[in-house]
C-alpha cells in the first residue's frame, strides 16, 4: 500500500463470540428490534446488519458465550449509524455507564473491557434503552479472555489466532 508500513504482532487470542457477524443467528436473542441483513460492512461486503428499535420495553439484543471470568474479558464490535451521530450502549446493559458510546455514520470499532452487566456470560450487540438512537448497523462481535485483538472471524465455534512471531 502507499501507507505506513506496519507489522501486526499480537499473542494468541480466541473469540469466544460464535458467530461474530450474524447477528440474525439463533445464539443472538432479540427483544424489541428488527433486524435487515445484508448492509454494508467496513471491508466492503454485505455482512454487517441494521438493527431498529421496535419501540417496546427492551431493546436489545444478547447472546451467551462460555466464559470463566467476564470482568476479565474484553468485547468488541464495530457499529455506525445510518446518517448523524447519537447515542446508545453497546456490549453491555444501558446501567452500565461504560457501555454508553457516541456513534458516528463511519464504521468505529468500540471496546469494552471488564464490566458488571446482567447476564453472567453475555454480550450486548446493543442496548436501546440508553441514547439517541433508533436504529444502529453492526458488524463483528469479539470476546476475549484478555484485551482485545483484531479482528477473529467465527462461525460456528471459537475461533483461536496463533500468536505472531516476527524474527529479524
Same mark, same amino acid.
Given at each position: 500500500?502507499?501507507? $505506513?508500513? @506496519? ?16 447477528? #440474525? ?19 466492503? #461486503? ?9 419501540? $417496546?420495553? =427492551?431493546?436489545? @439484543?444478547?447472546?451467551?458465550? #462460555? ?36 456513534? *458516528?455514520?463511519?464504521?468505529?470499532? =468500540? ?6 452487566? *446482567? ?8 442496548? =436501546?434503552?440508553?441514547?439517541?438512537? @433508533? ?9 476475549? *479472555? ?7 472471524? $467465527? *462461525? ?13
Amino acid at each position: 500500500s502507499s501507507g $505506513t508500513p @506496519m507489522i501486526l504482532d499480537e499473542p494468541q487470542a480466541t473469540n469466544l463470540v460464535f458467530p461474530s457477524k450474524d447477528f #440474525n443467528s439463533a445464539v443472538w436473542s432479540k427483544s424489541g428490534v428488527s433486524l435487515t441483513t445484508g448492509q454494508l460492512d467496513p471491508q466492503g #461486503n454485505n455482512t454487517a446488519t441494521l438493527v431498529i428499535n421496535s419501540g $417496546t420495553a =427492551f431493546q436489545s @439484543m444478547t447472546a451467551g458465550y #462460555n466464559s470463566a471470568n467476564v470482568l476479565t474479558h474484553g468485547r468488541q464490535i464495530w457499529a455506525k449509524t445510518t446518517s448523524g451521530t447519537g447515542t446508545v450502549s453497546l456490549l453491555a446493559h444501558n446501567s452500565n455507564l461504560n457501555s454508553r458510546f457516541t456513534i *458516528t455514520n463511519s464504521w468505529q470499532k =468500540f471496546t469494552l473491557k471488564g464490566y458488571n452487566s *446482567t447476564g453472567a456470560n453475555s454480550i450486548y450487540g446493543v442496548d =436501546f434503552r440508553f441514547g439517541t438512537l @433508533m436504529e444502529v448497523l453492526l458488524w463483528e462481535s469479539q470476546a476475549e *479472555t484478555g484485551d482485545p485483538s483484531s479482528s477473529i472471524f $467465527t *462461525t460456528n465455534a471459537a475461533v483461536t489466532r496463533n500468536d505472531d512471531l516476527v524474527t529479524v
